[in-house]
């Protein structure tokens, strides 16, 4: 039996499910530019304002849309890219607005995690040939180095405020996550290794980090990259920064490395790191309490916190045993891939009303309580690429050097 990152057939199936997705998305674009936060049945919600971090992932989903010559995907990549150039740009004091809330009034502080995603949005919307992405993808970058990236530390720093005064002392590891996401696309787009081996020295921390502490990554740091394990322990199922380790991250982090290693990146073995990675998120997260599903935390001691199903999870799931597999052929990894995508059918996608319920409660029904609605399509959207693609180059380009396997 072939496996199924494999098989012709799956991979037309994953490619017809990236076409419902972009179709559930269609209503997305705000008026003024930007993206909006999506309810169950796809209908904007004004109410959410419009968020930066959706914006930018609505860019960078329907630029690959664009690439792969599905129509309506680059009008909605351009109403949303209109948003980075517009309304969430700080024309006073430089960079990107968290979001503008629906007065329009623009959120506080400047975040690491927003920064990163304009530049993955600017690298995606640039291989499509969106007006101005080139432009925007300069000062993205130019940005971000100004601002955020700390060379001494060889990782990014994570919040300051509007003005760009005062840095916050926190430092955290899902920002530099997708720091590391968007400075491989930037090096891909913009053929300067600098970015990649800025990706290479956080990457080799998370590992580091990782495999000092059983490979139960830790989230949350001091300013001098300490680990605050109790951090947020009163505010256990945050979006962003939940207490414990996060099973996602965990396999979000195994699925990167191997990017890394594919484009060249030196600094750490990353196949063993990603291995290990995977093998603890796995063993920590499925099934934890009985039922099938990845909980959201565990604590230090792999028992579970957060014991609800968030969808991207169950996304990264499928994204790293694709890439797994592929790295390594082991057939292990392909029939985890099959089983995660068994379950996704079965409980996640919403087959009614489109799209992937974001959040389930422990018996697999869906919940609201810590993402109402279907905020965007990153996660899913980008599972459906993963399995097609080489792990290098990045998504965008390599969509556009015409290397999705079919």
Not at 79 to 86: F, M, R, S, V
Not at 249 to 275: N, V
């Given at each position: 039996m072939r496996a199924w990152p494999t098989v012709p057939s799956h991979l037309a199936w994953l490619d017809r499910h990236l076409n419902s997705l972009l179709a559930f998305g269609r209503h997305t674009p705000a008026p003024g530019g930007g993206a909006y936060?999506?309810?169950?049945?796809?209908?904007?919600?004004p109410a959410q304002g419009v968020q930066t971090w959706i914006t930018c992932r609505t860019v960078h989903v329907y630029s690959l849309g664009t690439l792969l010559g599905i129509p309506g995907s680059r009008p909605i990549a351009e109403?949303?890219?209109?948003?980075?150039?517009?309304p969430l740009?700080?024309?006073q004091n430089g960079g990107w607005y968290p979001g503008v809330g629906a007065d329009g009034t623009p959120d506080p502080d400047k975040t690491a995690y927003a920064h990163a995603f304009v530049v993955l949005a600017a690298s995606s919307a640039t291989v499509a040939g969106l007006a101005g992405a080139r432009e925007l993808l300069t000062d993205a970058l130019a940005t971000y180095e100004r601002w955020f990236w700390d060379d001494a530390a060889g990782k990014a720093v994570d919040t300051w405020d509007t003005t760009f005064t005062t840095l916050d002392p926190y430092r955290g590891i899902n920002a530099n996550m997708h720091t590391v996401e968007a400075f491989l696309a930037a090096a891909d787009v913009t053929g300067d290794r600098v970015w990649l081996d800025r990706a290479a020295r956080i990457g080799a921390f998370a590992a580091s980090a990782a495999?000092?502490?059983g490979w139960r990554l830790p989230e949350h740091f001091d300013e001098a990259w300490t680990a605050q394990p109790e951090f947020n322990d009163d505010q256990r199922d945050d979006k962003f920064k939940p207490y414990g380790a996060t099973v996602g991250?965990?396999?979000?982090?195994?699925?990167?490395?191997?990017?890394?290693?594919?484009?060249?990146?030196?600094?750490?073995?990353?196949?063993?790191?990603?291995?290990a990675l995977f093998d603890r998120a796995v063993a920590d997260g499925w099934a934890a309490d009985g039922a099938d599903g990845f909980v959201y935390t565990t604590d230090w001691s792999g028992a579970p916190v957060v014991a609800d199903r968030m969808h991207w999870v169950a996304a990264e799931a499928?994204?790293?045993a694709a890439a797994l597999h592929q790295r390594t052929g082991d057939e292990q990894y392909a029939q985890r891939y099959a089983q995660w995508w068994d379950y996704v059918d079965r409980y996640v996608i919403d087959h009614v009303n489109g799209s992937w319920f974001h959040q389930l409660d422990v018996h697999n029904q869906p919940a609201g309580t810590v993402w109402p609605g279907k905020a965007d399509l990153y996660h899913a959207a980008q599972c459906t690429l993963i399995p097609r693609l080489p792990l290098a180059p990045s998504l965008a380009t390599a969509v556009a050097q015409g290397l999705v396997r079919s």
């Open positions: 936060w999506l309810d169950d049945d796809g209908t904007p919600l109403a949303a890219l209109a948003g980075l150039t517009g740009r700080d024309t495999a000092a502490n991250h965990g396999l979000e982090w195994a699925r990167l490395l191997l990017h890394l290693e594919a484009a060249g990146a030196t600094g750490a073995d990353w196949l063993e790191a990603a291995r499928i994204g790293a």
